[in-house]
């Protein structure tokens, strides 16, 4: 193979051992994929791949620490020190009959096979350090260009693995870069295959754009027509949107959200209904359908549904937020608020959130009172001073938790318990 380029990537210890104990053994080994092209980049990549000729039985017997990972598929992780490394066999994908994965994988001692099966030419360089980067696609060209472009036919591509156009999205909106006009008009025609693709997948690809520094190229997917399948709700919201000749904000909003899963997918979502508890539900049940974690969804669906709590901008009003949303989800919901404010243009509302947010900095600092936790006084406490055991002590417990929220020089226990006494008598009177 002839070394195309000098160009000298700087790959880990670990990753260097593994290529040379490979080679030393007379099999070919290279790192490859999105390490190759994150370095190209100038990006740190997250993980490095390795492609070699040797079988997953040969890597098992060169590596004293390993584990299956997909040995089907050729893969095997292998540890050296405390990092690990995915080697995969080269592979030659069979028949996609279903669109979603291939019949069967056969290995292969080539590797131009295995990095013509790879998804875009991006994606489908090669690197050895005594041969420099293998590039048979110009993935260093589309790398130029800022282009996601499918090796060889890309209605080809797409109809064997549909989630290749979702992926298109996802590294358009991680990089930057355009799609090539082929690889999307392909996917334009193909769109309505990506029903075939199991929903986790789908869902990762999504969440990826979502969190991307660009996540308006959700836009892309909906233009490709891939939204209106996997996620109608979203084109259903733009249409609204347009009949009505508003402006469709969620693009921006995105982009003024912090990057992160759970406020993303509330931002996208908040308003898929006619209120925030239809949209609320409309989230559950795409999530449900996404097959999402329920941590992540349950947060989504809150913050959805509380996107209108008006917080009041002081210690008191603050304290009353954390208390109603949650301290788990209170910055998110002043983000989620926040992103609105500044997609609509609203400087005074933005700059109230950002103060807001300062204020709960400081309520969570001091640690004051804004649930149970931190109340001087807890349920023992009650009963050993003779109040329950029984409903009635949570009652009188979520009563002292409200006052002492409004004023926490309260918070005192004696004091506390003063009041919980009296409450006791009053509630033992009325309930007479
Ligand atoms: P990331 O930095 O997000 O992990 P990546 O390029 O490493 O990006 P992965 O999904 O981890 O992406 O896949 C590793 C490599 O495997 C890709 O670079 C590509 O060469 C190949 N690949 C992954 N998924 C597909 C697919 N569906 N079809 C073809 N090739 C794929
Ligand atoms: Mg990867």
Not at 194 to 218: F, G, M, N
Not at 308 to 335: K, N, P
Request: proline share 4%; aromatic share 6%.
């Amino acid at each position: 193979m002839s070394q195309e380029n000098k160009f000298l990537i700087n790959i880990p210890q670990g990753a260097e051992k593994i290529l040379e104990r490979l080679n030393a053994a007379g099999h070919e080994a290279y790192i490859v994929g999105g390490c190759v092209r994150d370095s190209l980049l100038g990006i740190t990549p997250k993980d490095w791949d390795i492609t070699t000729s040797a079988d997953p039985g040969e890597v098992k017997k060169l590596f004293r620490r390993t584990v299956d990972t997909g040995i089907r598929h050729g893969t095997v992780t292998v540890l050296m020190g405390k990092e690990s490394y995915e080697v995969t066999t080269y592979r030659v994908d069979g028949n996609y009959s279903d669109g979603r994965h291939p019949d069967r994988v056969s290995f292969t001692g080539d590797l131009t096979e295995d990095l013509k099966r790879r998804d875009f030419t991006i994606n489908a360089m090669s690197y050895h350090p005594d041969q420099g980067i293998i590039d048979e696609f110009d993935g260093a060209g589309d790398i130029s260009r800022r282009l996601v472009k499918c090796v060889g036919d890309p209605l080809e591509r797409f109809t064997e693995d549909a989630l290749r156009m979702m992926r298109a999205v996802r590294f358009a909106a991680q990089l930057g870069f355009d799609i090539d006009g082929a690889t999307a008009e392909a996917a334009r025609q193909l769109a309505d295959r990506i029903e075939y693709v199991s929903a986790e997948r789908i869902r990762e690809e999504l969440v990826k754009t979502l969190v991307s520094p660009d996540p308006a190229r959700i836009m892309t997917a909906m233009d490709l027509g891939l939204t209106a399948r996997i996620l109608p709700e979203f084109d259903r919201s733009y249409e609204r949107a347009m009949e009505k000749g508003e402006a469709f904000l969620p693009p921006l909003e995105l982009g003024f959200a912090p990057a992160n899963a759970v406020l993303r997918l509330a931002v996208l979502m908040r308003n898929f209904g006619e209120s925030p508890a239809e949209s609320a539900s409309a989230a559950d049940d795409i999530l449900k359908r996404l097959k999402s974690d329920n941590h992540t969804r349950e947060h989504v669906v809150r913050l959805i549904r509380l996107q209108g709590h008006e917080i009041e901008e002081s210690e008191a009003g603050v304290r009353r937020a954390a208390y109603i949303a949650g301290t788990d989800i209170l910055d998110e919901l002043i983000s989620l608020q926040k992103s609105a404010a500044a997609a609509a243009g609203n400087e005074t509302e933005t700059l109230r959130l950002d103060s807001i947010g300062e204020i709960y900095r400081k309520v969570t600092e001091e640690g004051q009172c804004v649930n149970l936790k931190g109340l001087a006084l807890n349920g023992n406490d009650l009963i050993s001073s003779g109040i329950g055991p029984g409903p009635v002590t949570g009652e009188i417990l979520k009563e002292l938790l409200e006052e002492i929220i409004e004023d926490p020089s309260l918070n005192r226990k004696e004091l506390l318990l003063e009041k919980a006494l009296k409450n006791a008598e009053s509630k033992r009177i009325i309930g007479k």
